[in-house]
């Protein structure tokens, strides 16, 4: 079956670290995101892509990076400038831009020690 | 203001109650609205379209109300399996998606 795989599903980050969360789908989307979830609060957007080689900056981009190199993959790297990294990080694709519902992936669990 | 609000909850509900959630939004050109739900420490799952008409999806029905800007959900017969959260979510264009914080549900036995 399709589907998003992200990995690791638990990652812990030392002050000071850069860390690399892994997103893949098989689904042929051509767009794919990635959001940040916090306690009580909605989704936040961080980066998107719509196609290979080419990323915009979400809401909140400041510590983070992507790279978008093959379409089946959208890593994100979480900086040792973002001050508040801990959080529940997602990926999701549609088939393209447009009013379309998003598949998940699901999800990875940042805590700073 | 925020763009999507939802009441956090939670709501507590018996077996087989009928319970109804509301959304509001602040941006009247919005384009396309959905429900999700998530589970504890899971992705959020697509669980209905919301269309101008209203929809039904077995016990799950979604209605809009473009002159309000608001859209609910409605779930008859209450399962404990429907405990989960429940987002709200509001397509604007582009890539412009905004997510409500979500309303929690439990059903008890």
């Known amino acids: 079956d399709g589907g998003i795989t992200q990995s690791p599903k638990y990652l812990f980050r030392k002050e000071g670290q850069n860390v690399t969360l892994s997103c893949e789908q098989n689904l042929n989307h051509d767009a794919m995101y990635w959001y940040r979830q916090d306690p009580g609060q909605g989704l936040r957007l961080i980066y998107y892509s719509q196609i290979v080689n080419d990323f915009q900056k979400g809401d909140i981009a400041e510590g983070y990076s992507v790279s978008r190199e093959k379409k089946e993959s959208f890593p994100l790297t979480v900086t040792s400038a973002q001050k508040n990294p801990t959080a529940f990080y997602l990926c999701?694709?549609?088939?393209?831009?447009?009013?379309?519902?998003?598949?998940f992936g699901s999800g990875t669990r940042l805590t700073v020690v | 203001r925020k763009e999507v609000e939802q009441d956090p909850g939670p709501f507590n509900v018996p077996e087989g109650a009928t319970v109804a959630f509301n959304c509001t939004y602040s941006?009247?050109?919005?384009?396309?609205f959905f429900w999700y739900r998530q589970d504890c420490r899971k992705e959020p799952k697509l669980l209905m379209s919301?269309?101008?008409s209203g929809n039904e999806d077995g016990r799950f029905t979604a209605q809009l109300n473009r002159a309000s800007q608001y859209i609910s959900l409605l779930i008859r017969d209450s399962k404990l399996s429907d405990s989960a959260t429940y987002l709200c979510?509001?397509?604007?264009?582009?890539?412009?998606?905004?997510f409500g914080a979500g309303t929690r549900l439990f059903v008890k036995a």
């Open positions: 919301v269309y101008s």
């Open positions: 999701a694709s549609t088939p393209s831009t447009g009013p379309y519902g998003y598949t």
């Open positions: 979510v509001v397509y604007t264009g582009g890539f412009k998606t905004i």
């Open positions: 941006n009247s050109a919005s384009q396309s």
